[in-house]
């Protein structure tokens, strides 16, 4: 299986490499407030906007994936946690949280 991956990954390498030896004929870039930059090779414009797309995308998806991994926190220390509790003997009473005696107030 690992062969395959690494064929697929020289196959895919080689392809990207042909591109780019294709597309190195120079292009005005124009910005904002009329500025150009002349001469850029294309290869390079494509790959800056590439990189500045992946960038975009990992700062879009970052926020749900942070969310995730609390919530898998979360939910492996109520695991550990009735795991304890189920773990006790059975004459043995459980430890009463305080928030069931005095509830906390809502802020």
């Keep these: 299986?690992?062969?395959?991956?690494?064929?697929?990954?020289?196959?895919?390498?080689?392809?990207v490499l042909l591109?780019?030896?294709?597309?190195?004929?120079?292009?005005?870039?124009?910005?904002y407030a009329d500025h150009v930059i002349r001469a850029v090779p294309l290869i390079v414009v494509?790959?800056?906007?590439f990189a500045a797309?992946?960038?975009?995308?990992?700062l879009v998806v970052m926020p749900a994936s942070m969310r995730r991994r609390r919530e898998v926190a979360r939910l492996r220390r109520e695991v550990v946690r009735l795991q304890?509790?189920?773990a006790r003997r059975p004459g043995e009473?459980?430890?009463?949280?305080?928030?069931?005696?005095?509830?906390?107030?809502?802020?």
């Design 53 to 58: 797309g992946a960038v975009f995308a990992v």
């Design 1 to 15: 299986m690992r062969f395959v991956i690494w064929a697929v990954r020289l196959v895919v390498f080689v392809l």
């Design 84 to 86: 304890e509790a189920s």
């Design 19 to 31: 591109f780019a030896l294709k597309n190195t004929e120079p292009v005005d870039v124009g910005l």
């Design 93 to 107: 009473e459980a430890p009463v949280a305080p928030e069931a005696i005095a509830p906390l107030a809502p802020l």
């Design 46 to 49: 494509m790959l800056v906007a």
